[in-house]
Structures are given as C-alpha cells and as structure tokens.
C-alpha cells in the first residue's frame, strides 16, 4: 500500500509560480510511475504531467506543456511539479498518483492516490 501526501498548493497571481511536492510511503517509490492530475471546479478530473520510475521520460497535456514540469528524486521518495506561469484556468485541486510500472495519462490506470492540494490563480 502506498501512501501519497501533496504540498505546496496556495494562492497565487497570474503569471507567478508554484511548486507542488508529493512525498510517498508504504511502497517501492521506483516501483511506479508517477502523474499529476488535476480537478477544476465543475469539471472532471484531467491528466496534467507524467514521469517514468527512473525520471527519464516525462510527458504532459498540452494544457501545461511548456509552463509545467515535473521531476522526481527516488532517494527522497517524492515526485514535483514546477507550475510556471500560472494562469486562472490553473485553478484546481491537483492530485499525485501512482502506477505501478507503466507510464499511462489514464486516471483509471493509476493505483494510489493523494489527498489532492488545492491552487487558485486569481487575475
């Protein structure tokens, strides 16, 4: 069983930044895959960015492509997310996942979940 705890989440301005952190436990951290999702108010819970167990390979929507990066340091067991130029449409409850081996962008694919960390980006 693997435990994940989100951080970092606040409010912010337009055009500032934020980085999430997701601190896992309870498993083999480089057993997984791990991915950020997020849900904005009054809408279903999207895919934002991805990373492989050895951090090699990461992958994004095309909603954070170029503003949004992740990374990952297996010996501290927990997985990042620089959000750059933030924006309104920002605006969620951004959650870390888990799954076991393969890389996916598919919420149902993914094993563990955290708590989920709330940002606001205000104009």
């Known amino acids: 069983q693997v435990q994940l705890v989100e951080s970092g989440g606040g409010s912010v301005q337009a055009g500032d930044s934020l980085r999430l952190s997701c601190s896992a436990s309870?498993?083999?951290?480089?057993?997984?895959?791990m991915g950020w999702f997020r849900r904005a108010p009054g809408k279903e819970r999207e895919f934002v960015a991805g990373i492989s167990w050895t951090g090699a390979t990461t992958y994004y929507a095309d909603s954070s492509k170029g503003r949004f990066t992740t990374s990952r340091d297996n010996a501290k067991n927990t997985v990042y997310l620089q959000m750059d130029s933030l924006k309104p449409e920002d605006t969620a409850v951004y959650y870390c996942?888990?799954?076991?081996?393969?890389?996916?962008?598919?919420?149902?694919?993914?094993?563990?979940w955290g708590q989920g960390t709330q940002v606001t980006v205000s104009s």
């Open positions: 309870g498993g083999t951290f480089t057993a997984y895959a």
């Open positions: 996942a888990a799954v076991f081996q393969i890389t996916s962008t598919e919420e149902r694919d993914y094993d563990y």
